[in-house]
């Protein structure tokens, strides 16, 4: 199985704030890379595919970049909606993996 | 709009058994694969098992963690795709989510949107 390796767990950002989220694979998984935003007690909600596609309806101020085993989710400039945790997800094989998450935090 | 709907959830004795429903509405349900996650109380998402469209045999695909106790099954007549669960653990315990895959065949490079609201599974004696 390939293991997903989210960093950090957690981090506390302010309003305006670059933010940036790793996730490394435990091995070569190509652009097969999704993103998800996951509020408390709602369901996860598809950001970013292919590593660095935005889904349509997702602000710009989220990237990502990568591949092969190392990817970055970046949020340009903090919103109050983006306090949030969230998750990278590799589709390359099965078993479909995720990260651990990331939660960020008001600071 | 695009819409998917878990049902089915609720509390059920160790041993038992379980099947709950995904119901889509706003697109064409037979198109696409669909895929099952769960989310632990207070922990992360794991994958559960997805199965293919018509198109690609409806094949099925399962976690180890949950190999031989889940079926997955579609009925596209009804737009709703279920999970079967049997002999449940405490361990197995949580939210499970239905999300559609944007494809048909669940294959690399598959991703999950929309994802329902998720149904609450608790297995307690």
């Known amino acids: 199985d390939i293991q997903m390796t989210q960093s950090p767990s957690s981090l506390s950002a302010s309003v305006g704030d670059r933010v940036s989220i790793t996730c490394r694979a435990s091995?070569?998984?190509?652009?097969?890379l999704n993103w998800y935003q996951q509020k408390p007690g709602k369901a996860p909600n598809l950001l970013i595919y292919?590593?660095?596609i935005l889904q349509s309806g997702v602000p710009s101020r989220f990237s990502g970049r990568g591949s092969g085993t190392d990817f970055t989710l970046t949020i340009s400039s903090l919103q109050p909606e983006d306090f949030a945790t969230y998750y990278c997800?590799?589709?390359?094989?099965?078993?479909?993996?995720f990260g651990g998450g990331t939660t960020v935090g008001i600071k | 709009e695009v819409l998917l709907v878990e049902s089915g959830g609720g509390l059920v004795q160790p041993g038992r058994s379980l099947r709950l429903s995904c119901t889509g509405s706003?697109?064409?349900?037979?198109?696409?694969?669909m895929s099952w996650f769960r989310q632990a109380p207070g922990k992360g998402l794991e994958w559960v098992g997805f199965?293919?469209?018509?198109?690609?045999?409806?094949?099925?695909e399962n976690a180890a963690s949950m190999k031989g106790r889940v079926t997955i099954s579609r009925d596209d007549s009804k737009s709703t795709a279920f999970l079967q669960m049997i002999s449940l653990k405490t361990e197995d315990t949580a939210v499970y989510y239905c999300?559609?895959?944007?494809?048909?065949?669940?294959?690399?490079?598959?991703?999950?949107?929309?994802w329902g609201q998720g149904t609450l599974v608790t297995v307690s004696s």
């Open positions: 999300a559609r895959d944007t494809g048909a065949a669940a294959g690399r490079g598959a991703r999950f949107d929309p």
């Open positions: 706003g697109f064409t349900f037979g198109d696409h694969a």
């Open positions: 199965i293919r469209s018509k198109v690609y045999g409806e094949t099925t």
């Open positions: 091995q070569s998984i190509s652009s097969y």
């Open positions: 292919a590593a660095s």
């Open positions: 997800q590799q589709s390359y094989s099965s078993p479909l993996t």
